[in-house]
């Protein structure tokens, strides 16, 4: 079993900057690929970024692009989710979330967090 426990979200104005933390126990947190996921009412939860196993890799889904950037510290259990130049329509609930198969993949992830609230004001 992995645990996943986020913070970081909260109210800001658009152009603004968050970051998000997710802080994992349980199983070996290297193993295990990270990804942000985010659900905006009335939305889908949609992957977000995504990081691999030792960090050499990341992915970003279009709209993130440029502003978002995902990381991990492997000695504190830790990724984040650093966003930049926020948008109102990155307003949405932030879910981390942790694959056994160390690679990114943007679905099919074994473990998640409760979720954190981001919203952005126009």
């Known amino acids: 079993q992995v645990q996943l426990v986020e913070s970081g979200g909260g109210s800001v104005q658009a152009g603004g900057s968050l970051r998000l933390s997710c802080v994992a126990s349980?199983?070996?947190?290297?193993?295990?690929?990270m990804a942000w996921f985010r659900q905006a009412p009335g939305k889908e939860r949609e992957f977000v970024a995504g990081?691999?196993?030792?960090?050499?890799?990341?992915y970003y889904v279009d709209s993130v692009k440029g502003r978002f950037t995902i990381s991990r510290d492997n000695a504190k259990n830790t990724v984040y989710l650093l966003m930049n130049s926020l948008k109102s329509e990155d307003t949405a609930v932030y879910y981390c979330?942790?694959?056994?198969?160390?690679?990114?993949?943007?679905?099919?992830?074994?473990?998640w967090g409760q979720g954190t609230q981001v919203t952005v004001s126009s």
């Open positions: 979330a942790a694959s056994s198969r160390s690679i990114i993949t943007t679905s099919g992830y074994d473990y």
């Open positions: 990081v691999n196993w030792n960090a050499g890799s990341t």
């Open positions: 349980g199983r070996i947190f290297s193993n295990y690929a």
